[in-house]
């Protein structure tokens, strides 16, 4: 190391750093409005538009959200279940499947290539899905609903995982597994999975937060068991409502009415608060599993 | 060919028993219907001749209804078999699934069980999934045996054969002879299609006094206006006025309270709530600007009328009456009002109308009509009517099922109101309130879609209503002006590409004219030369030829 | 199929072991096929319903055919162009804007040691958690005409007139790129982030001793090691060049009439249409439509890249 390399680098940190507050800021600064305006006084909210100072602050939207009879912490408990299952399920199949894709000498892995990557050209549409998994699997209004179609595992995800399997892990670190007697159920627990931990940190990641953000399922199989709505479903159902009920003004003139009944802005943006918050608390978390990939890397190196 | 025949002579048939019932009038005129009767239920109704339809005797069901002896041997067979069927009813509210669901189910199958021999399986959906979830179920096949098209759409549903005709082997003859009594004749055939009867609009206003304004009254008080005086008779709910001294009323609120907004209107919903304007077929790309005298299809956005409202509009958005957040508000108007920015909006007029909004917005509201014609459109009677599916395994107990819903005021109240005791109770003066301790947020069966069960006007009436709000509802459905085109339908499938593309035009312009953004000389022919590139004149063509043909078919010259 | 070529002509005795190699890699992809087969091939004869003229007594397979009247709608009318133009160039423009700062970002971030780093990475993975219609709120506490934050807090002190943004066309091509990557950028960098953290640290640490320049280690190492992953996110955003997000073309305009000239793309256009005609057959129409351009066009980008560099390929 040089000099003229220390300077270099201490002037590449300077300018990062400044870059990542800059786009760090644009990021938050409308999330600290929606917190802000979750703690405004909803006729105030109506009267005088969201803003960062509001003239009256109520914790009204918060009161409402978990007293009413929404149920929100059981909501929560729902959506944390699903995520760890959809999570653990989800993962270790899309690895399963990419390491396999990986593997250069299997028979067909062109054709199996192809035949995962279709998927995300074409699907059946909502009817047939919505058939198939009603009359063939019959899992309408049960917790099966929500973990197993569309989230578990997606085309995307598995060919990411495929391309670092081919590209970060060099040949012949795994020849070495093999000469050292290893099975490839061995090779792969022992000498691969290590190796992309980043990856498969970041897949755990997508995979939970699909699985956290998702009202879809909910939205289209559960129609009686409302027992089973997550957190997002919750939050949805009130979002589309009032969506649905300014479209249909015209058509159903009663929907006004709809409209007066329905919780209000601030509780909207509570709503997003709560739905949001526990990836906040949780991502640190993941993120360490990034910092071992680094130190992993550098041993390998 | 057959069933249309048959059809006719049904409805002879039903004229002349209604006629016998109701004693006077002739069988044009819109005031000799049982509407009025219907609302206190039993006692009138059961003087109605009849059931001649059938054949059969003076047969009386369980609520003194007409009924047959087909109707009375299938529900016998049923209570002897032992098994009651399972009949699954689906609706729509704002809320979702109310937690009492299954209690409601249960209440009210043992109603049924008794009188009908059938259990009863609620289904409650929201307004944001009730179209795509029916959709599914009814692609998909599952059981759903009575339904309510609502936001499903009727049209559609016919079209794509989801529902079942109640024609076939005599279906609504042989068991639905109460629904014939209580809904009024010119509204109970509005869903027959192609000859194929396939649902029955439920007891609601059939009609709307167009272009109403409510104002706050806390507003009016404070720049003295004198609206009292106004007033026509003691009693009216609704002043009627006129477009000047409305802009009066609101020159003077935008003095007075420069910081609120004077003036709001749901988005597209102007033309339909304050001109008498029939959206025949479903949608304005071609509409009867003569409804009442006139069958022809006309283009609405080149008319004089379209101008006129587009510049009334225009007038008022460049007073500076309307927000200017107009164009993409989701709030509402009742709650702004609630939240005090605004003072007042235009809402469509009905019987009980100035209750209900003082409730919604929380302070007393004054009413003004703009003109005073009272409109009843032709989709007034599809746009909610109830439906057996086509798929039913049992359409005998299903259209048995909804004869009760329409008849039966203890099934009415339990999917109006809920379970008395729990949900609600009655009061001294023979209203009825919610129950100890129970209000709208922890009722377990609280859906306030009243006006979307099959009859309303047969269950206990809420607090803060008048007590005769269904008599005057009936009156005000029979003095509505309703339209020549009443109970056509538009299967608007062979110029789906130009619906398409004329929607997507339409909403490109509709809320800037219609709230008043631009100045309607300028912009309105833009959209006409957009229309037109659209596929307009085909489409109005289309439709002119299916409305000719739907007129030839029932005798409308 | 192209590897094969690679591979040296097999003896029995090898075919044989890479036979007892492959069985357990099978059972590993497995389960991951097997969910495929469940979730996306068993419907996928449901495609038939975008010819068929769908009558529910009929079922899906009954019904009679319709040949492409149901894709008619999709063309017909001289909106067609607008919307294909705008669904292709909006996803052109993303694709280009969103990969070059994910990169960008990824970068910067792999190489700061600063203890903001973890605090930065989550931040800008935070708007991606947001829900469509939280998101148009947002946008709409900025640009709402009458309280909006830009006209009152911004314009106005600056004495310049309030800006209607909700009517004005030509900014919106600009907001929606910016929104679109203020969302997305989180998550897209995570994958070009995750990819350089395996790179192996020996290639930096010689080239550093070799006196190479942070610039020079990023150009010469960085970039082309991460070259295909981003020849693979691009292929598969090829393939997904008809489709639009809805709700960043729907709700973040709020549906405002005035805007649809810039904001209609084909899904937006679509869902209007229909929203009251409810056709099933119609919308899997626009669904194959959509699925089939994709189709192509990664079929055709596929070939030109496995010409050009057949390690990046897809398949």
Partial sequence: MNNKNIRSERRFQIFGNIVMIIISLCAVIPLILMVISSFTDNDALIRDGYSFTPHKWSVYAYTYIFSSGNSVPHAYMISIVLTLVGTAVGLTITTLLAYALSRRFLPGRGVLTFIVFFTMLFNGGLVPTYINYTTVFGIKNTFLALLVPSLMLNAFNVLMMKSYFVTGIPDEIMEAAYIDGANEFQAFFRVALPLAKPIVATIALFIGIGYWNDWMNGYIYLTKRTDLYSVQNLLNRMIQNIQALTQNASTVSQATQGLATIPSVSVRMAMAVVGVLPIVIVYPFIQNNFVKGITLGGVKG | ?557 | MARAVNQPVMSKAKKKSLMKRSIPIYIMALPGLLYLFINNYMPMPGIVLAFKNYNAKKGIYGSPWAGFKNFKYLFATSDAFIITRNTICYNLVFILVNTFFAIFVAIILSELTSKWKKAYQSVILLPYLLSAVIISYLVFAFLSPENGFINNSILKPLGREAVSWYQKQEYWPFILVFVNLWKGIGYSCIIYLSTIIGFDRGYYEAAAIDGATKWQQITHITLPLLRPTIIMLTLMAVGRIFYSDFGLFYQVPQNSGALLPVTNTIDTYVYRGLLELGDISMSAAAGVYQSMVGFVLVLGANLLVRKLDPDSALF
């Avoid at chain 2, 049924?112 to 059938?118: A, D, I, K, N, Q």
């Avoid at chain 2, 507003?219 to 106004?230: A, T």
């Avoid at chain 2, 003036?263 to 009867?288: E, H, N, R, W």
């Avoid at chain 2, 009509?369 to 009272?374: A, F, K, S, T, W």
């Fill in chain 2, 1 to 557: 060919m057959k069933k249309r025949v048959l059809a006719v002579v049904l409805t002879g048939v039903m004229t002349a028993a209604m006629l016998a019932g109701c004693g006077a009038g002739n069988s044009d005129s819109t005031s000799d219907t049982p509407a009025a009767d219907s609302g206190s239920g039993e006692s009138t109704a059961a003087s109605s001749a009849g059931t001649t339809a059938a054949g059969s005797e003076d047969l009386k069901d369980v609520n003194g209804y007409p009924t047959t002896q087909d109707a009375i041997d299938a529900i016998q067979e049923r209570k002897d078999s032992g098994s009651y069927p399972t009949l699954v009813v689906g609706f729509m509210n704002f809320a979702g699934t109310p937690k009492g669901i299954e209690r409601i189910s249960q209440k009210i199958s043992e109603r049924t069980e008794e009188t009908l021999g059938v259990d009863v399986e609620l289904q409650i959906m929201d307004m944001a999934s009730y179209a795509q979830n029916m959709n599914l179920m009814l692609a998909s096949g599952e059981q759903m045996d009575l339904f309510n098209a609502v936001s499903v759409g009727f049209s559609p549903c016919v079209n794509k054969g989801y529902l079942y005709d109640m024609y076939e082997d005599d279906l609504f003859a042989k068991y639905g002879q109460g629904i014939a009594v209580v809904v009024p004749e010119q509204y109970l055939y509005a869903d027959v299609v192609g000859g194929g009867f396939y649902g029955i609009t439920s007891q609601k206003e059939q009609g709307q006094g167009l272009f109403g304004i409510s104002i706050a009254q806390q507003y009016l008080d404070g720049i003295g206006y004198d609206y009292n005086s106004m007033y026509e008779n003691d009693g009216d709910e609704w002043i009627y006025t006129d477009y000047d001294t409305i802009t009066d009323i609101f020159k003077q609120l935008h003095e007075k309270y420069p910081d609120k907004t004077v003036f709001m209107t749901d988005k597209g919903t102007v033309v339909g709530q304050c001109m008498p304007v029939d959206a025949i077929g479903g949608d304005y790309f071609g509409s009867l600007l003569d409804p009442m005298n006139s069958l022809t299809v006309e283009d609405l956005f080149s008319s004089d009328q379209y101008m006129e409202i587009c510049k009334q509009m225009y007038q008022w958005n460049q007073a500076g009456y309307f927000s200017k957040d107009a164009l993409t508000d989701t709030t509402g108007t009742t709650p702004a009002v609630k939240a005090g920015s605004l003072m007042a909006y235009k809402t469509a007029l009905k019987p009980g109308i100035k209750a209900q909004e003082s409730n919604l917005c929380g302070q007393p509201m004054v009413m003004f009509q703009i003109g005073r014609e009272n409109f009843s459109a032709s989709n007034t009677c599809n746009s909610m009517p109830w439906c057996i599916n086509s798929q039913t395994e049992d359409p005998v107990a299903a259209m048995q099922l909804l004869n009760a819903f329409y008849t039966d005021p203890v099934l009415s109240n339990l999917l109006c109101w809920g379970e008395e005791g729990v949900e609600y109770q009655k009061t001294d003066d023979g209203h009825i309130t919610f129950a100890d301790g129970v209000d709208a947020s922890n009722s377990e069966y609280y859906n306030n879609v009243n006006w979307e069960m099959p009859n309303q006007f047969i269950a206990d009436i809420w607090e803060g209503n008048d007590l005769d709000v269904w008599e005057k509802t009936a009156t005000f459905n029979e003095k509505c002006d309703v339209s020549k085109g009443m109970g056509f339908i538009f299967d608007n499938s062979e110029v789906a590409s130009e619906y398409t593309a004329l929607t997507n035009v339409y909403t490109q312009y509709r809320d800037q004219l219609e709230l008043g953004f631009e100045n309607p000389e300028k912009l309105i022919p833009e959209m006409e030369s957009a229309l037109k590139d659209a596929g307009l004149e085909t489409y109005m063509q289309a439709k002119q030829e299916a409305l000719d043909a739907w007129a030839k078919d029932n005798g409308k010259e």
